[in-house]
Structures are given as structure tokens and as C-alpha cells.
């Protein structure tokens, strides 16, 4: 069983810059993609962002590609997403997600795997 815990949220102004963090523990071998999802209050959880679980490649949502970076510390099995020019629109719950192998990556049922979340709000 795979756990993942998220931090770094918080409260921000526009324009702001955020890191979340992903702490994976337990049974890794075999995950193989690590992403970010994002949920507003009655809106569906939408996908933010993926790294394969090698660092080779990364994926963007369109609404956040040149902002927000994805990347990977192997050596401490962590996961941290980079944000950059934050907007009022960031606001949301961002979760920390893996899945076992590679796959598709844009829906969150490809996930086997959920953090607890964390909140990120950008004040105008």
C-alpha cells in the first residue's frame, strides 16, 4: 500500500509563488506515473499536472503549461509542483496522486493512489 502525503499549501496573492510537496511511502516499486489534481468546490477534480515516476517526462494541463513545474526527488521518493504566477482561478484543493504503471494520466480513476489534499487560495 502506497501513502502520499501533500504540504505546502496556503494562502496567496496574484501573481504569488507556491511549492507543493508529495512525500510517497510504502510499496513504490512498480508505481509509474505521479501527477497533481486540483478540486473546487462543486466542480469535478481536475488534472494539474503528471511526471513519470523515472523524472523522464512531464505532462501540463493547458490552463496552468508555462506556470506551474512538475518535478521529482527520487532519493526521497518526493514529488513537488512548482507555482508560479498564481491566479485567483488557482484556487482549489491540490492532491498529490500515483498510479501503478504507466497508463493514461489525464483522469483521476487512472489513480490508484490519493494525498489527503491541500488547500491553495489566491486572493485578487
Known amino acids: 500500500q502506497v501513502q502520499l502525503l501533500e504540504s505546502g499549501g496556503g494562502l496567496v496573492q496574484t501573481g504569488d509563488s507556491l511549492r507543493l510537496s508529495c512525500a510517497a511511502s510504502?510499496?513504490?516499486?512498480?508505481?509509474?506515473?505521479m501527477g497533481w489534481f486540483r478540486q473546487s468546490p462543486g466542480k469535478d477534480r481536475d488534472f494539474v499536472a503528471a511526471?513519470?515516476?523515472?523524472?523522464?517526462?512531464?505532462y501540463y494541463a493547458d490552463s496552468v503549461k508555462g506556470r506551474f513545474f512538475i518535478f521529482r526527488d527520487k532519493s526521497k521518493n518526493a514529488m513537488y509542483l512548482d507555482m508560479t504566477n498564481l491566479k485567483p482561478e488557482d484556487t482549489a484543493a491540490y492532491y498529490c496522486?500515483?498510479?501503478?504503471?504507466?497508463?493514461?494520466?489525464?483522469?483521476?480513476?487512472?489513480?490508484?493512489?490519493w494525498g489527503q489534499g491541500t488547500q491553495v487560495t489566491v486572493s485578487s
Open positions: 496522486a500515483a498510479r501503478r504503471g504507466v497508463g493514461p494520466l489525464l483522469s483521476e480513476y487512472e489513480y490508484h493512489y
Open positions: 510504502g510499496g513504490t516499486l512498480g508505481l509509474g506515473l
Open positions: 511526471i513519470a515516476w523515472s523524472g523522464s517526462s512531464t
